[in-house]
């Protein structure tokens, strides 16, 4: 399964799968409402898109071997910097969920699926600046989290918390300046990927009106990215060296505003969220609870 595929996918298991709880909670983001009525099981499909996500490079390496004789340095060198790093993603995932609330408003989830990711930068070196992208495939993701109630007022609204984890590493191409970095750099053969990891805590409210429940809130995320990518120089002196860049989240703080739809009362509903600030990311996933 390929990035290019993942949308088709998404919209068939939104026709053809139901989801859990009175309202859904996405990849690393969506929040919404608990389950309610005494607890139970549900299970769903959501896609979620990052369309964009700013990043600030932290300390990496390249550790050369050229016959023999290894070298370590940082990466990015001495002098150089990587700016503007951004990243996009789409996901997939198949969520269950049980939730506990004869005595406690708690529940609990699990989220199995497929992400892809694209990420870009400017390398600047002592000799210029080179445009990096790297383009990954869909590979498997998984993540999962809590959500839990603090206080319901006697008008309905209801003060909600979340806390979620998400990851994921995909293999790809890597290209500098637009070539591809087997031929950029001599002729060469190269394996590259990256692991995301996403952490998150929100606090928001949320009020039921018939069968629409909109809510909002803010949350506080972190986004740690790895790229590990070995180089093979086919040259009359052999070389390899392994290169790793790390990142994180720019930007920690974020909102977010949504809204559960019920199709079926307490069984069925549809979700759609949208996220700012710390990136722009938006949600929409289909729910049913048994």
């Known amino acids: 399964m390929t990035r290019k595929i993942i949308p088709a996918i998404t919209l068939s298991l939104l026709v053809f799968l139901c989801m859990p709880l009175n309202g859904i909670a996405a990849t690393v983001g969506n929040i919404a409402s608990s389950q309610g ?135 790809g191409t890597y290209s500098i300046n637009g070539i591809d970095r087997a031929v950029f750099e001599t002729p060469a053969s190269y394996d590259t990927k990256t692991r995301i990891e996403e952490y998150q805590g929100a606090l928001y409210v949320q009020k039921y009106f018939g069968s629409v429940g909109p809510y909002l809130g803010a949350k506080y995320s972190d986004l740690i990215l790895k790229n590990n990518t070995t180089v093979t120089g086919r040259t009359a002196v052999p070389y390899y060296y392994d290169e790793v860049m790390k990142a994180r989240a720019k930007n920690n703080v974020g909102a977010f505003l949504g809204a559960d739809f019920y199709i079926k009362p307490n069984h069925l509903s549809l979700n759609v969220e949208v996220r700012l600030i710390d990136e722009t990311a938006g949600t929409i996933g289909v729910n049913y609870k048994f």
């Open 37 to 171: 009525g005494g607890g139970g099981v549900s299970v769903g499909v959501e896609y979620d898109r990052v369309f964009e996500r700013e990043l600030d490079s932290t300390s990496g390496e390249r550790t050369r071997n050229t016959n023999g004789v290894i070298t370590t340095v940082p990466f990015p060198a001495s002098g150089e910097s990587i700016n503007d790093l951004k990243m996009e993603s789409n996901r997939v995932l198949v969520k269950g969920t049980l939730g506990f609330h004869q005595d406690i408003d708690l529940d609990l989830f699990i989220k199995l699926g497929a992400a892809d990711l694209i990420w870009k930068a400017s390398h600047v070196t002592a000799t210029g600046t080179q445009d990096l992208k790297f383009d990954g495939n869909a590979d498997f993701a998984w993540g999962g989290g809590a959500r839990f109630g603090f206080y319901q007022f006697s008008n309905g609204l209801k003060i909600m918390g979340d806390a979620q984890y998400l990851t994921y590493t995909v293999k």
